[in-house]
């Protein structure tokens, strides 16, 4: 079969490769992909990669040989999942606590932009507690994950300002629920009760600066890939009793929060931002404009005939 495989060369991430078709272990099944979605932190991964990488963790697509212990979904069912790695391929080996069976009316396309984006909003949210009535800033809210969070956040009773840069995306943020959309932190009015930081650089002190007094800062990416650096005296002109939270959304079984999230597309009330659907033999450009932030949202590859 063939698969993506690391270059090593930043101009051009991956190429294609033969490889063997993969063995599913007893708790796993072997999905057939039609659809797969890269996220941009794994492209500054292949920057430099590790030895014996096989990227992707975002796959949709038929399951060919169901899991030898019985769990999971049989063969022929349309499946969501999120493997540790190795999803780039015509064949994937997926956990069976990691996948989802699609609903009729959610596509393979829509279900690949679904999974570390949509989980990474869902947890966030969790961990932000019960946000109805409450005012949250959101930095790099022209993500995937940044999408995900404002419609989610603002169907929960939540009063979204999203920190966007351009005008164009900003509108579309406004469709999903943002009360406001500013183009720096810097530039929201605040207090926040909470903040949902994700950039980084200048724009985590910025955002603190905005905090009411007692409210959360959850730290959850840098996606500038600039160092954050704040200054201590400064805190004493800022919110008192601030709190900053470092979050990673990893943590298998996902199968739960697929759930959930097809379930909402399903019912209309969840849409994937996708930005940019192409066949995989343009993966490697995609890559590079995902990198340098030319895609709105999502991008999503397709393999052969995707539903």
């Known amino acids: 079969m063939r698969r993506l495989l690391p270059t090593g060369d930043p101009a051009r991430l991956v190429e294609f490769a ?8 007893p708790d796993e099944v072997l999905i057939k992909v039609e659809a797969f979605s890269p996220n941009r932190g794994e492209t500054f991964l292949l920057e430099a990669p590790r030895p014996g990488l096989r990227p992707g963790k975002d796959v949709a697509g038929l399951v060919v040989q169901a899991a030898a212990d ?15 790695m190795a999803g780039w391929a015509e064949y994937a080996t997926v956990p069976t606590h990691s996948v989802a069976v699609l609903p009729r009316e ?20 969790r961990a932000a507690g019960v946000v109805a009535g409450l005012r949250i800033l959101l930095t790099g809210a022209s993500g995937g994950v940044g999408h995900y969070l404002t419609e989610l956040a603002a169907a929960a009773g939540a009063e979204v300002t999203a920190v966007t840069a351009t005008e164009e995306r ?16 810097a530039d929201a009015g605040g207090p926040f009760d909470v903040v949902l930081e994700s950039t980084g650089g200048a724009a985590l002190p910025a955002a603190l600066a905005r905090l009411v007094p007692g409210g959360t800062l ?3 990416g840098q996606v500038s890939r600039t160092p954050v650096t704040l200054n201590f005296f400064d805190l004493f002109a800022g919110p ?9 959304y990893a943590g298998a079984p996902y199968r739960r ?5 097809l ?44 539903r």
């Open 18 to 25: 033969q490889d063997a078709q993969p063995v599913p272990a």
């Open 218 to 220: 959850i730290w959850f």
């Open 240 to 248: 008192e009793n601030g709190v900053i939270r470092h979050f990673h």
């Open 70 to 84: 019985g769990s999971g979904p049989p063969v022929g069912a349309r499946v969501v999942g999120h493997p540790p």
């Open 257 to 261: 929060d697929l759930e959930t999230l």
């Open 106 to 125: 959610v596509t393979a396309v829509q279900a690949a932009a679904l999974p570390l984006a949509g989980i990474t909003a869902l947890r966030l949210l």
């Open 263 to 306: 379930r909402l597309v399903a019912d209309g009330r969840l849409h994937p931002e996708i930005g940019r659907t192409e066949d995989w033999s343009r993966t490697a450009d995609v890559l590079a404009d995902l990198r340098e932030r030319r895609i709105r949202g999502k991008a999503v590859l397709t393999i052969g005939a995707s």
């Open 170 to 185: 900003g509108a579309r943020l406004r469709e999903l629920g943002a009360t406001a959309v500013v183009r720096d932190a």
